[in-house]
């Protein structure tokens, strides 16, 4: 047996959705630069769900169809207010909710394409209201309900602050959400196609997906990056706590990456926004301590930074709470994950690995009276 650790470079699957060539990023062919400068991240989603760029009327339908069902039941609500509320992680909330989610959907076992691709709606929709309504519960407040009038992205700004959010804001997020919405076989979709390939439910999918981007090596790690930048404090303290983490062997958050090998694409734009929009908040310090450990990271371990180390100021300047950017990123990621689960629908086999035995073999039962 040939063991490859982590799976590094095996081919697992056929995808027709994104594909990380020669660390050029695209979605359904179109590449994520052009996407990132242009694309409504409701383009993007519809894109990602079939194959095709939307006609203006397949946008406004789909907009439609999010704003309908964007709210989330009663229940939701009153079980966040049961939680040990100071003690839980967002992201433990949101899997959660997510799983809940799928008890007051009476569609959650119907396994035709068709209900299979109102639940994508359900879930994508409702998603954004069950981050934005446990970030205020646990502050004591109301949530906020979601408003048909408004966008994808500004609709979350504006039930996260229960204000209409300006211009830059919009539209920094919407990047942010085009930017992270899918990633051909990371671990998070990985989990969700294994589990979907059970030929178990959609909300099953999602909150296994949820629960693997959860972890600090996946899309824990934009959390991460903010702690470490808190840590650091002040630019003059950069190099001593780079090199000192580098000496102990520790990995610096948001660096690395199993594909990319020059670069992550997706860090230029977010880099960019961290300058702008830290300047425009009067925190630029973020940005320069930011730009300052890319360029020891780089110089010394030729590590270019990944997708979540600039996105955490990025959202720190939105006035995003630190421990919701990882949500956030589920937020955006659900589109992603539900095109993976149709298409494993569409051509389901089981996923089911081997593994290298390297245990005790061949012993006898010892009966307990004789173990000591
Ligand atoms: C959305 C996303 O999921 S993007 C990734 C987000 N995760 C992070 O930013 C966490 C930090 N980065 C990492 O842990 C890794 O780079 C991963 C998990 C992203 C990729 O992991 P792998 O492909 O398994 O690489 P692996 O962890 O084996 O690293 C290879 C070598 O580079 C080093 N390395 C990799 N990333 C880093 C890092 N961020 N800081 C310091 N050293 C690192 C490892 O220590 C290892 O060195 P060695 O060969 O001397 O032991
Ligand atoms: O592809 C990966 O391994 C992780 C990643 O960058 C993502 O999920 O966006």
Redesign the pocket.
Known sequence: MTVTRGLEGVVATTSSISS?IDDTLTYVGYNIDDLAENALFEEVIYLLWHRELPTRQQLEELKQQLAENAAIPKEIIEHFKQYPIDKVHPMAALRTAISMLGLYDEEADVMTKEANYRKAIRLQAKIPTVVTAFARVRKGLEPVEPRKDLGFAANFLYMLTGKEPNETAVEAFNKALVL?AD???????FTARVCVATLSDVYSGVTAAIGALKGPL??GANEAVMKMLKEIGTIDNVESYIYKKLENKEKIMGFG???YRKG?P?AKHLKKMSEKLTKLVGEPHWYEMSARIEEIVTSEKSLPP??DFYSASVYHCLGIDHDLFTPIFAVS?MSGWLAHILEQYDNNRLIRPRAEYTGPAKRAYVPIEQRG
């Open positions: 990380i992270h990633h051909e076989l990371n671990a998070s979709t996946h899309g990456h199993r594909v992550d997706r990944n997708v990621r």
